[in-house]
Structures are given as C-alpha cells and as structure tokens.
C-alpha cells in the first residue's frame, strides 16, 4: 500500500490503470481534455502491478482501476470521476490542486 500511496502523491493528477481498460482510457481522455498531464500507471505492465491492484482494493477502488488520485487524495474510480465532471466540479478541482492553469 506504501508504494501506492507514493506513487499517488508524487503528482497533480495520478491514474492507476490497466492497458485493456476502455473506462480507464476514457478518464484519462476527459482529464487530459481539461489540460492536465496525469501521470499514469499501468498495473498489468508494472513490475509490481499485482501488489498494487491489490492495495487499491484494500483503499475501497472496486473495481481496482481506474483508480483516480487528484491533489495527493484518493478520489476513487470512473464513477466518481463522471459525477464530478456532470456536476461541473471536476474542472474546480483541478485547478484547486494545480492540475491544471486557467
């Protein structure tokens, strides 16, 4: 979980995601389209992928990916993503983190 939470905060925006994952394709799309350049992290490609799919599981993502880190804080998976994005907050959210400059 150590490397996880590391790995979460090391940028404005992180994306934990598997490469056959067309939700989390799609996240990293509407995130990018704001501008942000999330670091993103390929479990099934990682050398440590398993162990980290497995903390993300114990941090409550389920399913594990896409598993969403914005301003060093855990926001969840695609779910929470949209619902922020319909309701015109995850644009705020961004710029408060200093994802993204407007």
């Not at 996240?27 to 398993?50: C, M, Q, W």
Request: aromatic share 4%; glycine share 6%.
């Amino acid at each position: 979980m150590d490397m996880v939470m590391k790995l979460g905060t090391s940028s404005a925006v992180v994306i934990f995601t598997k490469s056959s994952c067309c939700i989390s394709h799609s996240i990293e799309t509407l995130i990018r389209s704001f501008g942000a350049n999330p670091a993103v992290y390929e479990l099934d490609t990682h050398p440590n992928g398993k162990q980290m799919e497995k903390a993300l599981m114990e941090l409550g993502c389920h399913p594990s990916v896409p598993a969403i880190f914005i301003g060093k804080e855990l926001v969840g998976g695609a779910n929470e993503i949209m619902s922020l994005n319909v309701r015109r907050k995850l644009k705020q959210l961004l710029i408060r983190t200093n994802a993204i400059w407007v």
